[in-house]
């Protein structure tokens, strides 16, 4: 069975920064292209960041030179640093099974990031 258990959400004031983890199992990890999608509040899915096998990296327009998407296939681990957060990056952010796909059919539960003074 395909898990994903994102972490590392929370409260951060604008222009700070937050680390998202993603622990994958039950698929070679290290094979699959994944990515990261957020949920602002509201509103529908939207796809920010992509990392392929080998590691080239995608990102949205809206996130490009603030977040850092990565991994380590060796821990099963998706990363993705939020540098520089505003206030519209509040939102449950989503990995996924995925490459640049804006509605992933396998993703985990989500870790939600609040950015307000």
């Known amino acids: 069975e395909v898990q994903l258990v994102e972490s590392g959400g929370g409260l951060v004031q604008p222009g700070g920064s937050l680390r998202l983890s993603c622990v994958a199992s039950?698929?070679?990890?290290?094979?699959?292209?994944m990515s990261w999608v957020r949920q602002p509040p509201g509103k529908g899915l939207e796809w920010i960041s992509s990392?392929?096998?080998?590691?080239?990296?995608h990102y949205a327009d809206s996130v490009k030179g603030r977040f850092t998407i990565s991994r380590d296939n060796a821990k099963n681990t998706l990363y993705l640093q939020l540098d520089s957060l505003k206030t519209e990056d509040t939102g449950m952010y989503y990995c996924?099974?995925?490459?640049?796909?804006?509605?992933?059919?396998?993703r985990g539960r989500g870790t939600q990031v609040t950015v307000s003074s």
């Open positions: 039950g698929f070679a990890f290290s094979v699959f292209a």
């Open positions: 996924a099974q995925d490459f640049k796909n804006p509605n992933p059919k396998i």
């Open positions: 990392i392929g096998s080998p590691e080239n990296t």
